[in-house]
């Protein structure tokens, strides 16, 4: 991996949630300062906050429906409270925070998503300007993205997987890592360690992929096929497991996608899968 390329981390899920995370986080993230952009989501949180509200939750196909009052939700809790939450840990620990929104800057252009009619108030990204964060990143600060973007004056929910994902080759990352709770692609009762394009196509088309594991797998594809040499799909072990797994040690944990097979006979499928 490039030692100097930066980096892109999306943090969600148990990342975010579990007892000493932030701590563990906050190591890694300070030995990266000046190379890592952090994304997160917090889904978990919106749901927490719709509840006290009176608001019900609702997915379709791995998205949450994004309503008018849902929306507020989103951008209170993942543009707000989850962002400068996070930012106040990270700087409490050495970590040169800086709280946005992929909206700021104008970081990220964003069009209403395609299935609106069914997600409601949703973006996808169309575009990328990194200059803002490039400028962060060269002054050795940590950029902490929250997945709230605009279109027309309008705001909109934007899913933190994709906002990780046309980052990382806008700004020439090394890798992509989506962090949360899932160990990563699990096929056959297996976590797949290392998937090439093709084979995640089969994936996606074989039925065992479900809920949030589509948008995580379409993210990390988006990624790499923009030019991010890998992506990784993983879940948070505790303080030093990011460093192990950029670090590419022995015991790595979490599926990584990469654009083209890694050579024929490198393994069992619960190594390693090609397309077919």
């Known amino acids: ?24 986080l906050a190591a890694d993230l300070a030995a990266l300062a000046g190379r890592v952009v952090v994304v997160h989501g917090g889904g978990a949180e919106v749901t927490a906050w719709s509840a006290r509200l009176g608001l019900r939750a609702n997915f379709h196909e791995g998205r949450r429906v ?7 939700v989103a951008t209170a809790v993942l543009a707000g409270l989850a962002n400068k939450r996070l930012v106040a840990a990270l700087r409490a620990r050495g970590v040169d925070a800086v709280g946005l929104a992929a909206l700021d800057g104008g970081m990220l252009t964003v069009e209403r998503h395609p299935e609106a009619a069914a997600l409601g108030a949703v973006g996808t990204v169309t575009g990328v300007d990194p200059a ?6 060269a002054a050795g600060r940590t950029p902490v993205v929250a997945s709230i973007g605009a279109v027309d004056g309008a705001l909109l929910n934007l899913n933190a997987d994709d906002v990780a994902a046309a980052l990382a080759p806008a700004l020439g990352a090394a890798v992509l890592v989506l962090l949360s709770d899932t160990p990563g692609l699990v096929l056959g009762g297996r976590v797949v360690r290392t998937l090439d394009r093709t084979a995640l196509e089969h994936a996606l088309e074989g039925g065992e992929v479900t809920g949030g594991m589509q948008p995580k797998l379409a993210a990390a594809a988006a990624a790499v096929d923009g030019g991010t040499p890998c992506a990784w799909i993983a879940e948070w072990t505790g303080a030093g497991g990011l460093s192990r797994l950029l670090a590419g040690e022995e015991g790595s944990y979490g599926t990584r996608i990469i654009a083209t097979p890694t050579g024929a006979g490198n393994g069992t499928k619960e190594e390693t899968a090609h397309g077919r």
């Open 1 to 24: 991996m490039n030692s100097s390329a930066p980096i892109v981390v999306k943090l969600g899920g148990r990342a975010l949630e579990s007892t000493g995370a932030v701590d563990g």
């Open 66 to 72: 994004t309503d008018p009052a849902t929306l507020e």
């Open 132 to 137: 803002l964060l490039a400028t962060l990143l």
